[in-house]
């Protein structure tokens, strides 16, 4: 016997064998035990993950949606229409929806462009752009309005005017849009199988052919994500547009200024009332684009 060694009795190597043994049971196998309590544990654990995210989104989302859902509708369904009915509310909403819809179209193929030159070509310069294209999400959307008002406002360095215009409130939507379509975009292309291009190629199919049959089918899903999340972000923003829009009634004032002078003067019901329409239009359209994203990718299977 080795110096060190400790001897076990024969007692002792029963008493330690004995959970293992009616853990395994007589076979070596676990025993039904053992499952019955793995089965508990799940059973038990299930519920309450459910119910931590129940709270937590009721908490953050839902509770806030209802409070504004009945602050719309403090004076009554009548003082609801009425509110959103108003002729600078329709003109708000129509203006917010038509420059939201074409920012989002305009990003999808501009966004879909950029995606592709990150990924299928090597230039100089390629990571600060691709660093570049988060800057968006980064900086305060105030700050990217002071810097839209100095380059295309009254004093423009450019020449270039478009300060109290739609198209300097379509610039200032473009900018903070851009990403959620390249980010979408991007991942699709840097696993999209090259293989399937080149057998096309080498069967003739010119580039448009190989992009309309084998690309884009794979990105259609990602992009109406990018899409539809676009589309959401320019309906509701409010700092990138607060100086370049100039915020003229009929004209270049958004839902989300409407709303924000609705508050300033005391329209509080008001203000509510065109929130939760905006809300509405916003979870519809996620709906429709959602569904037919599915759509899109059930048939590309």
């Known amino acids: 016997m080795t110096a060190g060694a400790v001897t076990r009795s024969p007692a002792t190597r029963e008493a330690g064998a004995a959970p293992a043994a009616h853990a395994l049971g007589a076979s070596g196998a676990p025993s039904p035990d053992s499952g019955r309590g793995d089965e508990l544990r799940r059973r038990l654990g299930r519920p309450l993950g459910i119910g931590v995210v129940t709270l937590w989104l009721s908490l953050i989302v839902l509770l806030p949606l209802a409070a504004l859902t009945v602050a719309a509708f403090g004076e009554g369904w009548s003082g609801f229409w009425e509110a959103v009915t108003a002729p600078a509310a329709v003109a ?30 090597d230039f100089p310069g390629k990571r600060v752009v691709n660093t570049l294209i988060d800057l968006p999400f980064a900086l305060p959307t105030i700050v990217a309005s002071i810097v839209l008002l100095s380059l295309y406002g009254p004093n423009s360095p450019v020449g270039i005017h478009l300060n109290a215009t739609r198209w300097g409130l379509a610039v200032a939507l473009l900018f903070v849009t851009l990403p959620f379509v390249v980010r979408t975009v991007q991942p699709v292309l840097i696993e999209l199988d090259r293989e399937m291009e080149e057998a096309a190629a080498s069967l003739g199919a010119g580039r448009f052919t190989i992009f309309r049959r084998i690309v884009f089918p794979h990105l259609l899903p990602a992009l109406l994500s990018g899409v539809a999340l676009a589309f959401a972000r320019a ?13 003229l009634p009929f004209k270049t004032e958004v839902a989300s200024l409407y709303v924000f002078q609705r508050i300033n003067s005391g329209d509080e019901t008001g203000a509510a009332a065109l929130a939760v329409l905006l809300l509405v239009i916003s979870l519809v359209i996620l709906l429709a684009i959602g569904g037919v994203r599915r759509w899109a990718t059930r048939h590309d299977r």
């Open 92 to 121: 708000a909403l129509w203006v917010t929806v038509l420059v939201s819809a074409g920012v989002a179209l305009v990003n999808a193929v501009f966004g879909t462009l950029v995606a592709w030159v990150l990924v299928r070509d």
């Open 235 to 247: 309906l509701g923003e409010f700092g990138a547009v607060i100086l370049i829009a100039g915020n």
